[in-house]
Structure formats: C-alpha cells, structure tokens
C-alpha cells in the first residue's frame, strides 16, 4: 500500500518541538524526512531531560519517529556545497531556528528559490513581523503572547500555562496544514511558495472563543462564567474562568469518590440543557425539572456553583468511571480526569496505535504518541527515531549519488 506523501522529499532543518512536530506528521503520512543535524552536535533535544543515561531522550525520540539522520556543517564551505544538492532534491524544506540563521548561512528565501524554484519552504517564528519579529521563543512565551495563559487559570489567580503544547506542538500541526496546501497548489502552479507560522498566531488562532468573549464583554457580562454567579465583577478583557465550560453549555470539573487520596479523582460535567431532566434525576433533584428557577438554562445562569455544588454532593458518591457509565446512557456529557499513567494503559488507544510501544537500539523499549490522524488508505507505522547521523552515508550515495571517494572526501573534510 502506498502511503498519501509517498515521493514528497523533505528537508528537515528542525529544531526542538515546534519544527519536528511537523516534520513527524509528515512522515507518517509517507514523505521521505531528511533531518539535517550538527556534526557532533545534532537536536539539542537529544541530550535535554535524559531518563538513560547517553541514550537520546524520550523528547527526542517522541518527536523524531520516522526520519533519516543526516549530519552536515552547512556553514563550512563544502558542506553548503552538499545543502544546495540537497534543495535540489527535495520538494519542502522545514525549518525553526531563530529569526535570520538561515540567511546567515547563506540560504534567504531568494537563493532557495533560485536553487530550485518548486521547493516549498516552510518555517516558525516566535513572532510575526512587527516589534518581536526577532526574538528567539519558546512554548510558554508563545501561551503568554498568543492569549492562552491571560484567559487560563483559577478566577482571580494568576496566569496559567497550560501543558498542552499548543505553542510548539500546536504551531507544527498548523505548519503541516500549510506545507500540504502548498503541495497541493504547486500542483496547478508547478511553482513552490513559502508558509510562515508564528507561534503567537497560532495560539490566538486556538484561543479564539477567548477573543469572542472579549469583544461579548462590550455588551454586558459573560453570564455563563461562573463569576456571573458569584457576583464578581468584570473588568475590561476577557478573565480566567477556572474549569467553566468555552461554549454555551456549562461544564464544571467535581470531584469523584476517592478523590480525598487520587488526585486524578475527578469528572468533567456538562449540564446541557437538552438533558436537563436526566440531570435532574440523576442527581436525586427532580423538583428542579419544573421549578421557575432552575427550568431553564437561562435562569440557570446565577446559579450555576450551587448547581454544580448539587450534581457534586452526587459524583462524590460513584468513581469517575461509574458517573461514565451511568451518564452516558442518559446523552449526560462527562469526561473522566485521566492521568497520564491512566493513558499509558489504555487498551482502546493501543489498539488504535495512538499509544504505540517503539523499541530503541540504545534505550530499549518505550511509549509513544503514534499519528492521531487516521487515514484508512494510507495507516502510519511508527518507527524509531534515527540516531545521530545514522543515514548520511546513505543519504549522500542513494538521494545525491555521491561515490564512496567522495563521501570519504566529505568527512575528511569535517562537513559531514
Ligand atoms: N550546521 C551549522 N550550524 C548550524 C546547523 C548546522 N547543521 N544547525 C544549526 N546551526 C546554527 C544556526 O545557524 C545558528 O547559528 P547562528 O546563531 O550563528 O546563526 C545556531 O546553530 C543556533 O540556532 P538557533 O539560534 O535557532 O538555536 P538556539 O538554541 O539559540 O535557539 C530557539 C532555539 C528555539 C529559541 C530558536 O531556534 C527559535 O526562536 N526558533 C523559532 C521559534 C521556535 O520554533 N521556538 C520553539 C522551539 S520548541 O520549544
């Protein structure tokens, strides 16, 4: 079975997590992933949080699954030599570093373009142009500038991250959108193009309900955030809402039997108001399915914590997998708080390979997060991570064509 970007060839000058995100995903659709290293040196992620000692992390491994290594000095004379034939060759060019190193190198947009005018060529910044365009970014700043951390976090507490990666992870994914359009435009265009992806405007773009309410605010207050209830007042920009639900049906995290020793021991609620009765009943509260004050969801609003304190006097009785149960024949919307050691055991995501166990030749066996985009005709098999430079050889001889003379050439030459 061939696979969707079977015969796409990718220049992977990634870095870190944002740019190898991408680049993963793509691979696992079935692009041939050339990730281009330090000599010596490679990903600086290969050494950052080891769990075994000189074997490549988990933050490695976990984000470089389905690529070739290729070490190369594409500052040296001879190893800009070998990048060029390799633009030559590749279809989409994938890089994160900081704002201006690739010109630095001597590879602007424009050279790139003159090399091979079909290549795409892709990158992230921290920033868009304008007073930050330069700065050097990571996750959490990007949660900050995007929106996310001033909206997330207890009512009157301060900021939050979160520890979903939607700045580095989630700027890969929107990256990876763009590169395939690309393709798919150079098709009729025959032409290549080049995608930006700003990690703040990737935040914004995940935070947008967050930008909703703030331009809602101008016409009174958020009624569904639980500071309506609690008679707090709003102030000029959208607040943190704690756990409140981001759309128009209320939802609140409670506690679950057990929770006194399980930090983990809690559900998700949705009180939607088409199942309103059913949460009535389940809670042991039916005189609220007819009573003025609670019959409808919007004079449910002030009241929303002393509703939630109700439906949690009931999730404290049951686990949160039994409030599952019991809800879901109901259409109850709930979600069980799970752990990540919950996760790693869950025999529904392995057998749809989104937990998936890979083994390492230097660490062993281990978990990883497999392509959470399902295909039915083109499936992605996980492999490992490659090892520092573990393909150049290959890569110089079968994508360059380069003799065994040459390759000895290359590294005597300290460009490989
Ligand atoms: N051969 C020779 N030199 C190489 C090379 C290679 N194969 N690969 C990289 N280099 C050089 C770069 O050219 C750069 O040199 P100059 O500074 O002289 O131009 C140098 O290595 C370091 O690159 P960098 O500045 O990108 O790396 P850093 O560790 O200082 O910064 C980061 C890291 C992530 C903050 C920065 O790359 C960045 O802001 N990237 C854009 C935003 C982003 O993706 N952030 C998310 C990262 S994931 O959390």
Known sequence: ??????????????????????????????????????????????GQLRDVPDADSLYFTMLNHNKRSITLNTKDDKGKEIFTKLIEKCDVMVENF?????????????????????????SIKGFGPGDYEDCKVYENVAQ??????????????????????????????????????????????????????????????LCRVKLRDQQRLAHGPLKEYAQFGLEIPFGEATPRAGNDSGGGQPGRILKCKGWEHDPDAYTYFITQAAVWKNVCDVIGRPDWKEDPDYATPEVRLPRLTQIFEAIEVWTMTKTKFEVMEICNPLNIPVGPILSMKEIAEDSALRKTGTVVEVDHPERGKYLSV???????????????????????????????????????????????
């Open 98 to 122: 900081a704002p201006g190193a690739l010109g630095r190198m001597g590879f602007s947009w424009e050279r790139i373009q003159e090399i091979n005018p079909r290549m795409i060529y892709a």
């Open 144 to 205: 900050c500038a995007g929106g996310s951390a001033s909206t997330t976090g207890a009512i009157g507490g301060i900021p939050m991250v979160t520890g979903a990666q939607i700045g580095d992870s989630g700027t890969g994914l929107h990256l990876a959108l763009g590169i395939v359009t690309a393709l798919y435009h150079r098709e009729q265009s025959g032409k290549g193009q080049r995608v930006e992806c700003a990690m703040q405007d990737s935040v914004l773009n």
């Open 370 to 416: 497999g392509n959470p985009i399902k295909l039915s005709d083109s499936p992605s098999d996980v492999e490992r991570s490659p090892l520092l430079g573990e393909h150049t050889d290959e890569i110089l001889r079968n994508v360059l064509g380069f003799s065994d003379a040459e390759i000895k050439n290359a590294k005597e030459e300290g460009a490989v």
């Open 1 to 46: 079975m061939t696979k969707a970007l079977d015969g796409v060839r990718i220049l992977d000058m990634t870095h870190v997590q944002s740019g190898p995100t991408c680049t993963q995903l793509l691979a696992w659709f079935g692009a041939d992933v050339i990730k281009v290293e330090r000599p010596g040196v490679g990903d600086a992620t290969r």
